[in-house]
T-cell receptor
Framework: DTEVTQTPKHLVMGMTNKKSLKCEQH?????MYWYKQKAKKPPELMFV???????INESVPSRFSPECPNSSLLNLHLHALQPEDSALYLC??????????????FGEGSRLTVL | GESVGLHLPTLSVQEGDNSIINCAYS??????FIWYKQESGKGPQFIID?????DKRQGQRVTVLLNKTVKHLSLQIAATQPGDSAVYFC??????????FGQGTELSVKP
């Protein structure tokens, strides 16, 4: 069982909706990540939070808005998404935010469908 | 540009045989590599990692080999089992310390 918990597991939303994806870990990790994964493709990095501060934004459109309320929680706020944003959104955490030489622990993902 | 890539998108092996999954990378400055296994409907799961100052590392039924001369990484799975069926990704640290994933190889194990 993964120690990174993501909710909801499935989400269907219209292009005018506002929704949020949530991620939680209690391993004491200080780096948290959002990845996007399309079918049969590798995960693509979106955002990295290091010590609750946004350290990497991979030029992600502003309709995706990350938030890190505390060291255990990571949210991804969604607004005015497009059908091509439909994908599996993976949250991950790790011990080492900058050197990135530690294992990433992934959640099971939130499967998003935009109609 | 920098890349981490796998040689074959699919691999089919007989149960009990050994599996070898290959990966090539382009950035000689990469100093850390990880193999992940992703089963259908699940997130990637860590298998084994290796640092650039090593050329081999062994785990339970798995071995990772790193050849820095030709920038090649491989994952060997001994006595492959049906539960090993999944997509396998190699990932490497590239510029800026980001972890970049290769394209993935889908391993199918025939009973």
């Amino acid at each position: 069982d993964t120690e990174v918990t993501q909710t909801p597991k499935h989400l269907v939303m219209g292009m005018t909706n506002k929704k949020s994806l949530k991620c939680e870990q209690h391993m004491g990790h200080r780096a948290m990540y959002w990845y996007k994964q399309k079918a049969k493709k590798p995960p693509e990095l979106m955002f990295v939070y290091s010590y609750e501060k946004l350290s990497i934004n991979e030029s992600v459109p502003s309709r995706f808005s990350p938030e890190c309320p505390n060291s255990s929680l990571l949210n991804l706020h969604l607004h005015a998404l497009q059908p091509e944003d439909s994908a599996l959104y993976l949250c991950a955490s790790s011990h080492f935010p900058r050197r990135n030489t530690g294992e990433l622990f992934f959640g099971e993902g939130s499967r998003l469908t935009v109609l | 540009g920098e890349s981490v890539g796998l040689h074959l998108p699919t691999l089919s092996v007989q149960e009990g045989d050994n599996s070898i999954i290959n990966c090539a990378y382009s950035n000689s400055a990469s100093d850390y590599f990880i193999w992940y296994k992703q089963e259908s409907g699940k997130g990637p799961q860590f298998i084994i990692d290796i640092r650039s100052n090593m050329d081999k590392r062994q785990g339970q039924r798995v071995t990772v080999l790193l050849n820095k001369t030709v920038k090649h990484l491989s994952l060997q799975i001994a006595a492959t089992q049906p539960g090993d069926s999944a997509v396998y990704f190699c990932a490497g640290t590239l510029q800026g310390g980001k972890l970049i994933f290769g394209q993935g190889t889908e391993l199918s194990v025939k009973p």
